[in-house]
């Protein structure tokens, strides 16, 4: 079944980015990115990481994977991720299945 994924950026300052992302399948939540590390972590609508599950840009596993969350968490990295080109993280990022 095709479907698509909406990752809007709703917050930027110099030590955090923040992300609100949604699924034509239903799921939705917030992504927080942590500079200079480049730490990718779940969060809160304000920001707030959620959780021990974490990514950092360079690595090739997620940290305490959370059962059931992994998944659309990693989708939603990897589409900002894909979309990053220059030094700011990029605005909105839409990726699209099937």
């Known amino acids: 079944m095709a479907y698509a994924v909406r990752i809007t950026r709703i917050g930027f300052d110099e030590t955090s980015a923040l992300y609100e992302w949604e699924s034509t399948k239903g799921p939705k939540g917030h992504v927080r990115i942590e500079f200079p590390s480049v730490v990718f972590r779940p969060a809160d609508a304000e920001g707030t990481p959620i959780g021990a599950m974490m990514f950092r840009k360079g690595d090739a ?33 839409h990726l699209y299945f099937g």
């Open 61 to 93: 596993d997620v940290t305490n994977p959370e059962p059931g969350a992994v998944s659309s968490f990693v989708t939603v990295v990897s589409g900002i991720l894909k979309k990053w080109k220059d030094d700011e993280p990029p605005e909105t990022a």
